[in-house]
């Protein structure tokens, strides 16, 4: 990775108080953005990323050298057109690109974080982001959108701010974390504290990591990402640049090779006690907790427009539960659309190149901002 690159960031000055009970000072947020602000600064879009993403939405990512994790929808001519909109996306705080999170010194140790860093929340990661609309002095957001964790961060953006955005894309996403992810999360988590290498959360200050564990919470992590489908058509039994199976434990079969491959490459990017940290926000997730349940209650002052984008093949975040926030919109009388996009690549489905999802969003968002 080229580590030297510089790091767009905010320097947050106002006191933040966490979730947990703690208030963090003076926290930095790495940022990114696309395209410029127009005059009226009405065309701001603020994208939130997923558990493993960063601000790098889109082009080269300098850091990695890789595609941005969004390019395919987001840059010159494509949905989310950078000719037109001015697109702003941040590190989350606990994230390990830049943002406040465990791998970062703490000033009264002196020593890194690790895992004495404070549990962070979806809440937290928003009300951080929040920053940066006095940052770039925008009174009102034109959009919020998200997949997966970015959805959520959407749901909690609106909750907290009600009227600060136009319209709202939260896509494959819930308002709660169910058991089945809480476990696989945790299947995760647990593979990493179990790496001798962990060293109870403090690797990085005894110059050890955790690759081992990570590498498993990612080939898990990653299978929930795909479909049963998918998978078949792309990997089947085939065998890994071999003739027969040879009766040891080598990768016999291709889909082994690329799940350890994803593993492997993961853990050059990415940070274990950070990826703890993480998970667990998105399972602290219930954005009906404070409503005693009711979810329309968690959207009663909204006057934002929503897209809700599921897919059909997504078993991670299905169909049925982000037609549970419809249905609470609904309730409310909010201004909401419903899309279930046909597709056989899971949950990974809005990162990549799906016709009938990009062009849905590209038209929506075209068409709502034409009516500004």
């Known amino acids: 990775m080229n580590k030297n690159f510089k790091i767009k960031s905010l320097e947050v000055n106002k006191p933040l108080k966490l979730d947990c009970g703690q208030t963090i000072k003076n926290y930095t947020l790495a940022y990114e953005t696309y395209g410029s602000l127009n005059k009226e600064k009405d065309n701001a879009i603020l994208v939130f990323h997923a558990l493993t993403g960063d601000q790098f939405v889109s082009g080269t990512n300098p850091i990695t050298k890789k595609d941005g994790w969004w390019s395919y929808a987001v840059g010159s001519g494509k949905a989310i057109d950078t000719d037109k909109y001015f697109v702003i996306c941040a590190n989350v705080i606990g994230g390990c690109m830049g943002s406040f999170g465990p791998s970062k010194i703490n000033p009264e140790t002196k020593k890194i974080y690790g895992i004495n860093f404070p549990v962070i929340t979806i809440n937290d990661m928003v009300n951080a982001q929040y920053n940066l609309l006095n940052f770039f002095k925008i009174e009102k957001l034109f959009a919020v959108m998200g997949g997966s964790m970015g959805g959520m961060q959407v749901l909690q953006f609106v909750s907290n701010f009600p009227d600060k955005a136009k319209i709202a894309i939260p896509i494959a996403c819930t308002s709660s974390h169910s058991a089945q992810n809480i476990a696989f999360n945790e299947l995760g988590r647990q593979s990493i504290m179990a790496d001798a290498e962990w060293i109870g959360g403090d690797y990085?200050?005894?110059?050890?990591?955790?690759?081992?564990?990570?590498?498993?919470?990612?080939?898990?992590?990653?299978?929930?990402?795909?479909?049963?489908?998918?998978?078949q058509e792309k990997f089947g039994r085939k065998l890994q640049e071999r003739d027969d199976l040879k009766f040891s434990f080598d990768a016999d079969f291709q889909i082994e090779s690329y799940l350890r491959y994803q593993g492997s490459v993961f853990v050059d990017r990415f940070d274990a006690n950070s990826y703890l940290f993480i998970t667990r926000a998105m399972d602290y997730f219930d954005l009906t907790k404070e409503y005693n349940g009711n979810l329309s209650k968690a959207f009663a002052k909204t006057k934002t427009k929503f897209l809700i984008i599921s897919f059909t093949s997504d078993w991670l975040y299905p169909t049925s539960e982000n037609k549970e926030i419809v249905i609470a919109l609904?309730?409310?009388?909010?201004?909401?659309?419903?899309?279930?996009?046909?597709?056989?690549?899971?949950?990974d489905s809005f990162l990549l190149d799906v016709p009938e999802f990009l062009n849905t969003l590209k038209n929506y968002i075209n068409s709502s901002y034409s009516n500004n």
């Open 330 to 347: 609904n309730a409310i009388g909010a201004d909401v659309g419903f899309v279930e996009i046909e597709s056989d690549k899971g949950h």
């Open 204 to 231: 990085s200050n005894q110059n050890k990591n955790p690759e081992k564990g990570l590498s498993v919470a990612r080939m898990a992590a990653h299978i929930t990402y795909l479909s049963k489908n998918g998978l």
